[in-house]
């Protein structure tokens, strides 16, 4: 076979004989059909839905088969339309509070018209690619707004559950509770608490029989129930009523005022929108989540919006509730196996069946059991870890501040007063700075907590002011911005201290970061034009990616970073105790100072649930090569196998080396990788022992484990006694990254011939990648098969990866 692909990256669009592809070929086009998965997953999803849509259109006082219509246009039309394919939607709890409120204002007719008016406007929303902007909406906000919809719903429902009617707001609904818990009907509390009783307890139920048992979706037994107790016991309960379908009440022209109406239409859009964003956000966490290889896409949210519009006009043109993603049916979609949108339209179908077929069945249902089940569910959407999670965060205050909002003037209301304290307090914080000076061990320590702007220029200076002349100091910013007075007020301190003897040491707490605006005190920018923070006038431009200071990046040879031992004389070498050794210890200091508190929640989760990585990186020992770093990637991301010159012994070979394949067997039969990579790079010194090497000289370790890469010799144009005449004609660093590039190629042609590998690949359960990295230019190459050639493609900075590939 020709050269694979020269290492300079003007001769990187080289291309040379096809080889067989590591991943079997695409097939040709096939019959749809529907997996079993999907089949299984819309009978889970179709059992929880059905209850809870006739409880929803009860809450909301709106006709209760406008609940099945809702819930059959959004599997079938957001499922066939929407974006994510494993978001289920339908009415949604988090639309009941603004429904009601329309209902109630606006009648029936006129509420399906709003509903088909916010399905336009998300229609435009969709066109004009938003979506992501909706996301922008602090979670504190979206959390508030949700649990604020729960209390209103729980408060409301106490009522059914009690035998009475619910009032029109959550004030009245608690004044009038007092009376309604004098005068309750023991047949519909009784029926409210048996279908409480089995909402609680059915999913913990234990044993061999209990784990079986509980694959019967916990709201559909806790109905069913109901409904058979109550029948058996003849117990007089109101029931659900659904009148003919010729009756069916469809969408009329909106009447009322129109700054009202296009106050409620954008009431709707704006819950619906941002319901069903962050619900396909969340489903996408989940899948994503699973064991095993990924079917389903991840979501397009613009896309995900035109479907919710589509799926909207539908259901209030036909005289159904608003449509949104649905948590709970979207959760049980995903844990049941769900691979396609096929589950979700299939769990559509079912429900026109059974709003057409199962009439008399469902007018058996108690109402009471149906409002303790959205009773149940209002509950449900206060949620103690959001709580927790906006404590944690200081956002407490406008979690607290929405959700009074939404429980005391309504829904819009409450969301634009929650805007407003989230915009005050971020405000707060941007103008809020802490600066504490003190002295410990003959060090002064000046400390700065939060963002440094000219406000706190003042209280800076009289900070600094109190360090004497001549004295060891550092100065700890904990912040992520810094404005041009208060860069100019530490930068010409920092000057004048030094000039009288004093040392400075300038350091950042974000994971090793320091301030990025307006510029770095050391004053290098680094490539992407953004300054990097640093100790003063070191110099080293590696610390936007790590705290260890002690590399050779550009400063006088003679002269050592502040606060560092001064670097012995070129071919010195430093007693094993000290020098570079305590080089060593300052860096693991600086990650247990640093890096440690911001990382120990997630290594303590890893630790927890054990390591799920995604992707196998098989790539050279060289210290120039940090995996982590080229490939943006952290704690669990990767399984990493290194050795010398990115070998894979082919499998079965005599005297071969089992480590490599020992690997490949865990990672693909134990961990379910699902990307496995080879990584060669530049100037790789295997290559070039490779080169200089002859057979008869393998007596060492290393020229035994570089017999491994003669294989890419002869690839590349070497035979098995020498280089070759082609190679020798070459200059010598252009054969070691020629042969670099063929190595890769070679390589995969040996993970290709291990079983366990061969086997994943077949099942389509595996892919493999070769990649190439340019040390000196930091420059990553993909290889890639277009046209029957094998080529190696720059990888630039806007790439996104596709599926499956290796994020770099």
């Known amino acids: 076979m020709s050269a694979c692909v020269p290492a300079r990256a003007a001769d990187l669009n080289r291309t040379e004989r096809a080889h067989p592809p590591h991943s079997p070929p695409p097939t040709g086009p096939r019959r749809p059909r529907i997996a079993g998965a999907d089949v299984s997953a819309s009978i889970a999803v179709f059992l929880i839905a059905l209850p809870l849509s006739l409880g929803i259109a009860l809450a909301t006082g709106a006709p209760l088969q406008a609940g099945l219509v809702a819930a059959a246009v959004g599997g079938l039309v957001a499922g066939l339309l929407g974006g994510s394919p494993l978001q289920v939607s339908g009415p949604a709890a988090g639309?009941?509070?603004?429904?009601?409120?329309?209902?109630?204002?606006?009648?029936?007719?006129?509420?399906?018209?709003?509903?088909?008016?916010?399905?336009?406007?998300?229609?435009?929303?969709?066109?004009?690619?938003?979506?992501?902007?909706?996301?922008?909406?602090?979670?504190?906000?979206?959390?508030?707004?949700?649990?604020?919809?729960?209390?209103?719903?729980?408060?409301?429902?106490?009522?059914?559950?009690?035998?009475?009617?619910?009032?029109?707001?959550?004030?009245?609904?608690?004044?009038?509770?007092?009376?309604?818990?004098a005068d309750f009907d023991p047949a519909a509390v009784s029926a409210s608490l048996l279908t409480l009783t089995l909402l609680l307890f059915w999913p913990r139920l234990p044993g061999r029989i209990g784990r079986f048992l509980r694959r019967i979706p916990a709201a559909l037994v806790a109905v069913t129930g109901a409904t058979a107790v109550a029948s058996a016991a003849g117990l007089a309960l109101t029931q659900v009523d659904l009148p003919s379908w010729r009756s069916h009440a469809l969408a009329g022209l909106p009447e009322g005022p129109v700054l009202g109406l296009v106050a409620a239409v954008l009431t709707t859009t704006l819950v619906c929108s941002v319901q069903s964003l962050l619900g396909a956000v969340a489903v996408d966490k989940l899948a994503s989540a699973r064991p095993g290889p990924q079917h389903a896409k991840r979501s397009d949210l613009d896309r995900e919006l035109l479907g919710q519009g589509a799926a909207n006009i539908v259901s209030g043109s036909l005289g159904g509730l608003p449509v949104a993603g649905v948590a709970v049916r979207s959760s049980a979609n995903v844990r049941a196996g769900a691979v396609s949108r096929n589950s979700t339209m299939l769990h559509g179908v079912l429900v026109v069946i059974a709003a057409l077929l199962?009439?008399?069945?469902?007018?058996?249902?108690?109402?009471?059991?149906?409002?303790?089940?959205?009773?149940?569910?209002?509950?449900?959407?206060?949620?103690?870890?959001?709580?927790?999670?906006?404590?944690?965060?200081?956002?407490?205050?406008?979690?607290?501040?929405?959700?009074?909002?939404?429980?005391?003037?309504?829904?819009?209301?409450?969301?634009?007063?929650?805007?407003?304290?989230?915009?005050?307090?971020?405000?707060?914080?941007?103008?809020?700075?802490?600066?504490?000076?003190?002295?410990?061990?003959?060090?002064?320590?000046?400390?700065?907590?939060?963002?440094?702007?000219?406000?706190?220029?003042?209280?800076?200076?009289?900070?600094?002011?109190?360090?004497?002349?001549?004295?060891?100091?550092?100065?700890?910013?904990?912040?992520?911005?810094?404005?041009?007075?208060?860069?100019?007020?530490?930068?010409?301190?920092?000057?004048?201290?030094?000039?009288?003897?004093?040392?400075v040491e300038i350091t950042g707490r974000r994971a090793g970061l320091r301030i990025a605006e307006p510029g770095d005190l050391t004053g290098h920018p680094t490539p992407g034009g953004r300054q990097t923070g640093g100790t003063p006038d070191s110099g080293c431009r590696c610390r936007p990616w790590t705290a260890w200071r002690n590399h050779q990046c550009e400063r006088p040879p003679t002269e050592p970073l502040p606060g560092t031992t001064p670097q012995p004389p070129d071919g010195a070498r430093p007693e094993r105790t000290g020098g570079h050794a305590r080089e060593l210890m300052r860096g693991i200091s600086a990650f247990q100072r640093d890096t440690a508190p911001l990382v120990r929640e997630e290594l303590a989760r890893l630790a927890r649930e054990g390591q799920r990585p995604a992707q196998l990186f098989l790539t050279c020992a060289d210290s120039r090569l940090v995996t982590s770093m080229i490939t943006a990637s952290g704690p669990g991301d990767l399984f990493v196998v290194r050795n010398v010159g990115n070998f894979v012994p082919p499998p079965g070979e005599e005297s071969g080396d089992d480590s490599v394949a020992a690997a490949l067997e865990y990672a693909v039969e134990v961990l379910a990788v699902r990307s496995i990579t080879v990584c060669g790079h530049s100037g790789c010194g295997a290559m070039q022992a490779l080169l200089d090497s002859r057979p008869q000289g393998a007596c060492t370790p290393l020229?035994?484990?570089?017999?491994?890469?003669?294989?890419?010799?002869?690839?590349?144009?070497?035979?098995?006694?020498?280089?070759?005449?082609?190679?020798?004609?070459?200059?010598?660093?252009?054969?070691?990254?020629?042969?670099?590039?063929?190595?890769?190629?070679?390589?995969?042609?040996?993970?290709?011939?291990?079983?366990?590998?061969?086997?994943?690949?077949?099942?389509?359960?595996?892919?493999?990648?070769?990649?190439?990295?340019?040390?000196?230019?930091?420059?990553?190459?993909?290889?890639?098969?277009?046209?029957?050639?094998?080529?190696?493609?720059?990888?630039?900075?806007?790439?996104?990866?596709?599926?499956?590939?290796?994020?770099?």
């Open 358 to 503: 199962m009439v008399p069945l469902l007018e058996l249902i108690p109402l009471a059991s149906l409002a303790a089940l959205v009773m149940a569910v209002g509950i449900q959407m206060v949620s103690l870890h959001h709580i927790r999670t906006v404590t944690r965060h200081r956002e407490v205050l406008v979690y607290a501040v929405t959700t009074l909002g939404v429980v005391s003037l309504g829904v819009l209301e409450g969301v634009v007063l929650g805007i407003a304290v989230a915009v005050a307090v971020a405000l707060h914080r941007l103008t809020r700075t802490r600066i504490t000076h003190e002295e410990k061990g003959g060090t002064h320590h000046v400390h700065v907590r939060g963002q440094l702007t000219f406000l706190a220029v003042p209280r800076l200076s009289r900070a600094l002011h109190l360090v004497p002349p001549g004295a060891d100091t550092v100065v700890a910013l904990d912040g992520s911005f810094m404005d041009h007075a208060a860069y100019e007020a530490l930068h010409d301190w920092q000057s004048t201290h030094r000039a009288r003897g004093g040392t």
């Open 703 to 808: 020229g035994r484990w570089l017999r491994h890469g003669r294989p890419s010799l002869e690839r590349l144009g070497g035979g098995p006694d020498g280089p070759g005449e082609r190679l020798a004609r070459s200059t010598p660093g252009d054969a070691v990254e020629r042969l670099c590039l063929s190595n890769v190629v070679q390589q995969l042609d040996h993970l290709g011939a291990h079983p366990s590998v061969a086997r994943a690949v077949k099942d389509g359960r595996l892919e493999v990648h070769g990649m190439y990295f340019d040390v000196a230019e930091a420059q990553a190459y993909l290889l890639t098969e277009a046209g029957g050639t094998q080529v190696f493609d720059r990888v630039r900075a806007a790439d996104l990866p596709g599926e499956g590939s290796l994020p770099v």
């Open 95 to 181: 639309l009941t509070v603004v429904t009601a409120d329309l209902i109630q204002r606006y009648g029936w007719r006129t509420t399906c018209a709003i509903t088909v008016l916010a399905g336009l406007a998300q229609l435009g929303l969709g066109c004009l690619r938003v979506a992501r902007g909706a996301l922008a909406v602090s979670p504190a906000i979206v959390h508030g707004m949700l649990a604020g919809i729960g209390v209103t719903i729980a408060v409301a429902q106490v009522h059914i559950v009690l035998g009475g009617t619910p009032q029109s707001s959550v004030p009245d609904n608690l004044r009038a509770l007092p009376a309604q818990l």
